[in-house]
Antibody, heavy 114, light 107 residues
Framework: QVQLKESGPGPVQPSETLSLTCTVSGFSLTSYGVNWVRQPPGKGLEWMGRMRYNGDTSYNSALKSRLSISRDTSKNQVFLKMNSLQTDDTGTYYC????????WGQGVMVTVSS | DIQMTQSPASLSASLGETVTIECRASEDIYNGLAWYQQKPGKSPQLLIYNANSLHTGVPSRFSGSGSGTQYSLKINSLQSEDVASYFCQQYYNYPLTFGSGTKLEIK
């Protein structure tokens, strides 16, 4: 069955770089894209960017200067890297499948704190 | 960027009632709209795509409608398991953007 699972480092210090991995199963990264979406505690959802099935990427312009999304199709993994973290980057980070966001990972909590 | 204005921010209704949540886009999004349900402590789940298409496995008491800049999600015969936050999302243009959410509670 289709599954996505985010993994990450836990607490991060301000100004550091965040690295997250989305490991997928039940579908191919060369057939479906993967999005990253984040949610600050108690707030709404923000689309961060997308790795398309063909390897192209799209980014939210508000984050583009800090954000990079890549993938390793042999490992069924999509990676997110975001630099210059601040406290307002704290939240739950999700990966979701494809253009229709039809499957979501469980999310990973990222806390940016000194 | 396309702004999605969602209303109301919160909603309280009785079991068995019908509720409607609205979403207005800042420009025409040509039915490129989805609705998601997020239960407390859980990931969002897709309910509706293309404004009015029910995602597989979603109960038929959920329905979506609208066109142009105005869209709505209707829940018939409200059940206790419908307690959740609901978000609209436009995917007509980048960056993809979400509404601010509606928190639905049972009276």
């Amino acid at each position: 069955q289709v599954q996505l699972k985010e993994s990450g480092p836990g607490p991060v210090q301000p100004s550091e770089t965040l690295s997250l991995t989305c490991t997928v199963s039940g579908f191919s990264l060369t057939s479906y894209g993967v999005n990253w979406v984040r949610q600050p505690p108690g707030k709404g959802l923000e689309w961060m960017g997308r790795m398309r099935y063909n390897g192209d990427t799209s980014y939210n312009s508000a984050l583009k200067s800090r954000l990079s999304i890549s993938r390793d199709t042999s490992k069924n993994q999509v990676f997110l890297k975001m630099n210059s973290l601040q406290t307002d980057d704290t939240g739950t980070y999700y990966c979701t499948r494809g253009g229709s966001f039809d499957y979501w990972g469980q999310g990973v909590m990222v806390t940016v704190s000194s | 960027d396309i702004q999605m204005t969602q209303s109301p921010a919160s909603l309280s209704a009785s079991l068995g009632e019908t509720v409607t949540i609205e979403c207005r886009a800042s420009e025409d999004i040509y039915n490129g709209l989805a609705w998601y349900q997020q239960k407390p402590g859980k990931s969002p789940q897709l309910l509706i795509y293309n404004a009015n298409s029910l995602h597989t496995g979603v109960p038929s008491r959920f329905s979506g409608s609208g066109s142009g800049t105005q869209y709505s999600l209707k829940i018939n015969s409200l059940q206790s398991e419908d307690v959740a936050s609901y978000f609209c999302q436009q995917y007509y243009n980048y960056p993809l953007t979400f509404g601010s959410g509606t928190k639905l509670e049972i009276k």
